[in-house]
């Protein structure tokens, strides 16, 4: 019988896991849209990560398991768990998060209706490390212009610090395989989403149906300056001097250089990236609840 390859397929990335692992897998499990693979990179991780995941792979077939020899750095096993992904779509998913049931069901549906979407990703609200609700969680992203110097601005100038929304939404993989993923670098996620909205536009499902946990070992707390941020991102970055503003806006220019655009279009889009860089103040976020 000849194997076919899931619509979906949903990358793990992880290291020392254990805390909320197990519920991030069961709430991937439960997803009522149930074609789709799930790919687990495990970091070299020290507790019990290799021992959880290697227990729910003996029971769902639909889980692929891997454990890296040392630590690549998150950039690197971010970018592993897509390289072995096979699926028409892709989502990265985080050990600490929540999806509800409904999460691939009605993200896929829209992405399937309308090839212009390159990302689709729902409402979502804050938990903290008891599960507990903490806020709503917002951006007011609206990136649906047919224009891409006009995807790239409105992206550029909302795009916050509590970002998990749109980075672990669901994403067409023929949109994903022409980027140049994650890059080794703090703040990378961000590049990323900014080559899709120069690619497609994003949706964003009017439910809430993501679960974003906010704790002390999330990325962004554990690593509070640039510096530790570069290193996370990839330990290699240990002891260089990275410039992670100037790194990450350089990255700009070279994704809007290497995008099929025709020139007006590219000076537009440079236009936006300056006027991100030294006039506009951004950041229009909104965490309901714990403002």
Request: include cysteine.
């Amino acid at each position: 019988m000849e194997l076919t390859e899931p619509l979906i397929s949903i990358g793990l990335p992880v290291y020392n896991g254990e805390n909320f692992l197990k519920e991030a897998l069961d709430s991937i499990l439960a997803q009522t849209f149930t074609d789709f693979e799930l790919i687990i990179s495990d970091n070299a991780s020290t507790d019990k990560t290799e021992e959880i995941c290697r227990e729910y792979a003996a029971k769902d077939k639909r889980i692929r398991y891997y454990r890296n020899e040392y630590n690549l750095g998150a950039a690197n096993n971010y970018n592993r768990v897509f390289k072995l992904s096979s699926g028409k779509y892709f989502k990265w998913a985080a050990h600490d998060d929540v999806c509800a049931p409904d999460y691939l069901k009605k993200c896929v549906t829209v992405l399937e209706q309308d090839p212009s979407i390159v990302l689709c990703y729902p409402k979502a609200n804050l938990i903290d490390k008891e599960g507990r609700d903490i806020g709503v969680y917002t951006e007011n992203l609206n990136i649906n212009s047919f224009k891409p110097h006009e995807r790239l601005y409105q992206l550029l100038e909302t795009y916050g610090w509590y970002h998990g929304t749109q980075a672990f939404g669901l994403m067409r993989t023929s949109a994903l395989q022409k980027t140049l993923l994650i890059g080794n670098y703090a703040h990378a996620d961000r590049v990323l989403l900014a080559e899709l909205a120069i690619l497609g536009k994003f949706f964003e499902v009017p439910e809430c149906l993501f679960y974003r946990r906010i704790h002390p070992q999330i990325s962004q707390m554990a690593n509070p300056t640039d510096e530790s941020f570069s290193v996370w991102f990839d330990p290699k970055n240990k002891e260089k001097i990275t410039l992670p503003k100037w790194r990450r806006y350089f990255e700009y220019y070279k994704i809007v250089q290497r995008a099929q655009l025709n020139w007006f279009e590219k000076i537009l889009c440079y236009v936006q990236i300056l006027k991100r860089l030294f006039i506009s103040p951004g950041l229009n976020v909104r965490i309901k609840g714990i403002e």
